[in-house]
Every structure is written in structure tokens, then in C-alpha cells.
């Protein structure tokens, strides 16, 4: 996994005069002052020093061989933004500048990404402008955290960020012109005190005004400093939110459930600040970010998080992981290939010998996340799903890898039996379209056949995890909690797919909004048993009920129509497979529900379970649970 600094600026050696070729004063300028230093020049104005470490790849490199960085992801400088300018003005200044970024990373050795800017005064233009540097090769969009008085919330900026969520850009918010200037002149109170607060600000407008709830979820969007003072203060904005309706605005949750919605990077400073910002926004959420070469970047890019007491895991994920999937790239993508340094061991944070090989795999998985060369890893996504195990326990327990993969597998199936599900219900109303064609019943019965043998396969997979003593679980048990089975999104969609539907389960899904939305979504779609149902209605041998029924008249009247069914079995055989295919299907969730309780009381006894239940006697009222109870009513009034 590469490790990469997703925070650097870079200025082009030179650039064309912007003041002359513009007409108006006052655009930034380079001044070469002696070999390797320059100043950017405001008008007359001395901005900042900076190095050839801004424009020269090769110094770049050398440093970040230095430090064990593979990959830097480049931006411009806010100052270079000029949304306060005429909107094509801004535009031209961005192409030119987005242009330099790609050739300074064609002189990357493949080490060096950029991130381009956009003209975010003119929302079209930013889109356009974005679309063509995606293709050109940028990763995504550095953007200013306001533009005048509009902050993130502004609907235009809504746009912008929707279409880059469309084009699978990461976004990059930084922190510029900032508020109340006439009061920071002194001190660089602009970058200690203004910056955090700007974008904590940002965030917070963000949140409160329902924006998180209507953006696309796969909107990657990054908030540079650690998200200045959102994390330290988040405690004083949910106090607000709770007791104040004006603070609340139109966000749907509170301010903490919005956590999953972003990422910071790591440019706090302090370790005791780092080691806070992982427990608010959690350590998928915090990437490697260091500001090089600025003043005020870290000095030893990097040397914050490998110093830091957190699990090789950890430090693995914040140092380049992370960074992965905030840019939208494979996650088993290797290191680049360094032009002295070596590779960087993440884990342990040392730099360790290069090997041809680790180059040449590489190259390899590039080719073959380019649909080049398709091989068996590449295709099954081995080296990703390898790498999805992740233990807590520390030092870790021998079994809780064996745990791990037990539930993935569980989950793995599960997804493969809403995928035969969702295609049961699909076959079934295109039955209700055309009821006198036995395709659409033949094609479910086929598939409900495949779901019973699954389900089989689940009954028994529990006698692996009961290899585990109970002793050895209890080792590590406590490292689990609050997780519990009862956040598997996956079974309880199965649960309302099938038909039985418990809203009060939604609860449990709070703090993921994106899944808490698919269940309330399975909530309010026809279930399994309602289209079979409307299946037999359309068929004829159910009548459609009359409006005054009552609900055991129309329990009944259900029933009645599966034993018609089964009483004229040579007329129905096809329907009476799907019968006996959904019996045998909920037959089995029974027994699946069964031996969790066994396994669950050989593991815990009646201990109460990491989900806050009371354990294996909440679980025994499950038992009762049928999916399609008029299947199994019907059964008492067959005869043979
Ligand atoms: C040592 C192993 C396990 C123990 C001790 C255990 C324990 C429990 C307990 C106590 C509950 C009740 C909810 C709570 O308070 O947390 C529960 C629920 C649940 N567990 Fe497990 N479990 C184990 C393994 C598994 C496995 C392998 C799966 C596979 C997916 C699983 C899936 C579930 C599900 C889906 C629920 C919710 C059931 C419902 O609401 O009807 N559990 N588990």
C-alpha cells in the first residue's frame, strides 16, 4: 500500500504575467531570489518564500525518499483560486494551472497526483472544467471552503459537488480568505485561528443544512488541518442541536451521524490531538495529510502518525489505506516504484529493501485494473478481500480471525441470497403480468431451490465457529462491543424482503444513514409474500379481498387459496414447487435462528449480548418467527 500525502501544494517554476494578459492587478507572481528560493509576489507585495521544492519533481522525490512517502497528491494554493475575480478570468487561471500540475507529475517518476481547481464562482464552468481534468489524468478537485458569502451550503457548490460524486472525483476542501481579517493582522492569526475556524464552519454548515442528507453517499470529500476545529468542538455542536431547534436547521440526524460522510487529513501537529481526531471521526476516516513545503507543513512528513501509539493496523490505514479509498483507486495498488528509497514497510513505518518483484506486481495489478490482463487475483479481487480482515484484539487472539471470516462468509451469502430473492420476486410479477406463462414460476421455483441450499450451507457453518472455546472467544469478546448481529443490514433485509417487516429494527442502523435508508426502502416495497400472493390473485385462485376484511379473513382467505393449490396438484405442480421451495426456505431459517441460539449458549450462556439484548432468551422469541405463515396454516386443513 503506498503511503501517501494527500496534503502538498506545488507553484509552477514560472508562469505567464496574469495581471497583463488579464487587465486587472494583483494576481500572484513568482520572483526568483536566488538559486532554489523565490518569492510569490502579490502585486508588490511579498506573499510568501517558498523553495524549488515547489516546482522541481526531483527535489520532491529526494524528500519524500527521505521521509518513506511514495505517492504526494499535488494542489495549487488557495491564493491561486481567485473566485473573487471574473469567472473567466478564474477559469483560464485554473486550466493554466491544472495543466502545470500534470506536467510537474510527469516528472513524478509515476510518485506524483494532482488534484486540479476550478472556477467555483461559475458552477458550469467547474463542472466543465472538472470533467476535462479527470480525463487529463487529475484524481480530483481542491476547492476553496467558501466562495464570497457563500459557504458549502450554497446550491450551486451543492451542484458542483453532486457532479463530482458523478465523476468519481475526490474533493479536497481547503481553507481560505479568511473571516474577520481586520481583526488578524498580526500573529499569522490567519492560519492558527482563522483556518480551523473556517473550516469547521464549513462542516458545519454542511451538516446543518441537510446538505449530507440530499448528497450522492459516494461523494469522497476531504477537510484539510484535521477539519480545523470540527472534532474538538463536535460535543458543543450536538449540545447544541439537542437543546436548540435553531442550531438543528434542516439536518435529519444529529451532527455525529454525519461522521461517515467525510474525511480529514492528519494535519494536526500533536499527537494527543491525532489520537482525538481518530476517536471522533474513526480511523477510516483520517488520511495523511502533512502541507509540504510550507512553512508550516510537518517537518518529517508522516512522522506524527508513525510515531504515534496506534496498531500497525491503524497506522497502515491513516498512512495510505485510507488515502486509497478517498481517491477512488485499488486498494492492493503496490508501492510505486521509488527512484533511490526503498518502499515503506507502513506497518512498522521503516523504510524496507526494494525488490524487482514488488515493482513488477505493481505494474502488474495496474494492468490489470486497466482490463488488460485479466488473471484469476484480478478478477476475484483476491488481494483486496484478503486484506479485509482486520482483528482487534491486541496482541491478537489466535480465533478472532476465524470469527472474522465466519461472518464475512455469512455475509458474503447473504448478499447472494438477496440477489436470488430480489430475482424470485422479479420472476413472480412478471407472472402477475401474464399468468397463464409458467416461465416466470418455473425460473422462481429454480432459484428458491439454490436459496434452500444456501441456507443449508448457513445452518451448518456454525459448527466452525463452535471449534473456538468459550474461554477463547470471552478473550477478546469485549474488544467487539457495541457491534452486535443485530446491525447486519443484510439479514434484516432478508427479514423485510421476505416479509416480515419490524421498523423498530431501523434503530439500529442510526448511525449509517446510507443503511438505514436501503432498509427503510425494503420497509416499504412489496415483499416476497405480498407479489406471490398478488401472483395468485392474478392467477385466479385467490380472490382479492374485500375492503371491509378484516386481517384473519384475509389470513384465511390466503390460506384457503394455497390449499386450493395443493388440492389440485395436476393443474398446479409448478406452483406447488414454489409452495414447497418457500416452506423449506423458511424451514430453514428457523433452523439457522436455532443453531445461533445453541452456539451463542455454548459460547455465552445467558450473558447479554454486545447489541444491549438480553441474549439467548431475547433470541428463543425468534423462534416463533415465520416468513410465510399461510403456507404453513394451510397444512392443517390438506388431506390426502
Ligand atoms: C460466538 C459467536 C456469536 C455470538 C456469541 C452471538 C451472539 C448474539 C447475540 C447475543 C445476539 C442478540 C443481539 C445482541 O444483543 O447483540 C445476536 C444477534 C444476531 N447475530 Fe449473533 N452471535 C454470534 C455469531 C453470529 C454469527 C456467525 C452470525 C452470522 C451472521 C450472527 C448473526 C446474528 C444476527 C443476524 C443477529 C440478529 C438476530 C435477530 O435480530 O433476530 N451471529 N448474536
Known sequence: MPVTDIHTHFFPESWPDLAARFGTPDWPRIQHTAPGKALIMIGNRAFREISSACWDANV???????????????????????????????????RLFNDAALELCARGRGRLRALCQVPLQDIDASCAELTRCMRAGHLGVQIGNHVGDKNLDDPGILTFLQHCAGEGAAVFVHPWDMMAAQRMPKYMAPWTVGMPAETQLSLVTLIASGAFDRLPANLRICFAHGGGSFAFLLGRLQNAWRRKEAARGAAQFPPHHYLGRFYVDSAVFD?????????????????????????????????????????????????????????????????????????????SGCPVRSTAGGADAAHKNDDAHAGKKLTYSSYLQVPELLR???????????????????????????????????????????????????????????????????????VEQFTILETMLPTHFLAFREKLAPASGFQSEQFRELEFLCGLKDEKMLRYHELTPETHAVLFRRLREDSLRDVFFQALEALGTLQPPAAAATEEEKFQARAKAIHALYRDERHHRDWIDVCERLTEFDELVVSWRLRHIQMVERTIGIRMGTGGSAGSSYLKLTLEKKFFPELWEARTYLEG
Open 60 to 94: 520532491r522525490l529526494e524528500q519524500m525518499d527521505r521521509d518513506g512517502v511514495d505517492r504526494q497528491i499535488i494542489c495549487a494554493t488557495p491564493v491561486l483560486f481567485a473566485y473573487n475575480r471574473e469567472a473567466q478570468h478564474a477559469r483560464d487561471c485554473a
Open 271 to 347: 499527537q494527543r490531538a491525532l489520537q482525538f481526531l481518530v476517536e471522533v471521526m474513526g480511523a477510516d476516516r483520517v488520511l495523511f495529510g502533512s502541507d509540504y513545503p510550507f512553512p508550516l507543513g510537518e517537518e518529517r512528513a508522516g512522522a506524527l502518525i508513525r510515531e504515534s501509539q496506534f496498531s500497525p493496523d491503524t497506522k497502515t490505514k491513516l498512512l495510505g489505506a485510507n488515502a486509497q479509498t478517498w481517491l477512488g483507486l485499488p486498494l492492493e495498488a503496490a508501492a510505486p516504484a521509488t527512484t533511490k528509497a526503498a518502499p515503506t514497510d507502513i506497518s
Open 388 to 458: 479485509l480482515q482486520h482483528p482487534e484484539s491486541s496482541p491478537e487472539h489466535h480465533d478472532e480471525l476465524l470469527f472474522i471470516i465466519v461472518h464475512q462468509t455469512y455475509e458474503l451469502w447473504f448478499k447472494e441470497l438477496l440477489h436470488d430473492l430480489d430475482a424470485v420476486v422479479a420472476n413472480l410479477r412478471a407472472t402477475c403480468e401474464n399468468p397463464t406463462s409458467r416461465d416466470g414460476v418455473y425460473e422462481a421455483a429454480r432459484l428458491l431451490r439454490r436459496c434452500t441450499e444456501i441456507m443449508r450451507v448457513l
